[in-house]
């Protein structure tokens, strides 16, 4: 494969740490962290919580299809949803829809019919929120920075946030119950929501996408 061309961008002039350290990339940062804290709670006990509900195994592997089935489809429509709405606008509706799915897994797991459609929810606060994301990133690390960013992304998002939800989903697991413990995870994309609608301060040209996909 051929080398891909890389072309200028306004911060090829900047470090990588004068990139990270702007308010706009930090907020998001962050944003995104809080957002995989809750989904490392989810991808890690989120099964152990419906067996102890006496869900069986073929339901809950039916729970975590539609799951997926609804994140392929909303990457198969992203083009379309990028080019109506702003990348900001997308990112605090996953974030508010995320809020409520946590909640309702919490409170309604008694619920099948609530199950899935919170488990439908997995198109935003999965699917749209990181091609979204990764969008914005792209806004800021671009040209020779290109890599770098992406891998801070995915270092900060899933790295830091996916541990943090992980050990602390197990924690509280044990101490205060599964109910218990996924509905304070709807507090991570609670705070993601403001840090994201406070600090991400995009551009006209940053939040423009509809050239992209014409």
């Known amino acids: 494969m051929p080398e891909a061309k890389i072309a200028p961008h306004a911060h090829d002039e900047f470090s990588i740490w004068q990139v990270v350290k702007q308010p706009n990339v930090i907020a998001l940062l962050v944003g995104c962290a809080l957002m995989v804290t809750a989904h490392g709670v989810l991808y890690n006990f989120y099964s152990i919580y419906l067996s102890a ?3 069986s195994n073929s ?16 990457f198969m429509i992203m083009p379309k949803i990028m080019a109506r709405y702003s990348l900001k606008t997308i990112l605090l509706t996953s974030l ?18 609530l199950l ?55 924690y509280a697991l044990q101490y205060v119950g599964g109910q218990i413990t996924f509905t304070l995870a709807a507090i991570f994309p609670l705070l993601g929501l403001l840090v994201i609608g406070l600090g991400l301060k995009l551009s006209n040209d940053q939040q423009n996408t509809q050239g992209m996909f014409r």
């Open 116 to 170: 899935i459609i919170a488990q439908s929810l997995h198109a935003a606060t999965f699917g749209s929120f990181h091609a979204a994301s990764v969008e914005v990133i792209t806004r800021f690390f671009n040209g020779r920075h290109q890599a770098k960013g992406q891998a801070i992304y995915n270092s900060v998002a899933y790295g830091i946030g996916g541990t943090i939800g992980g050990v602390a989903g197990g």
């Open 53 to 55: 509900h006496g869900y």
């Open 59 to 74: 339901m809950i592997g039916l729970l975590w299809a539609v799951g997926v089935i609804c994140e392929i489809c909303i």
């Open 96 to 113: 508010a829809l995320a809020v409520l799915r946590f909640c309702m897994i919490g409170i309604a797991v008694d619920h099948l019919l």
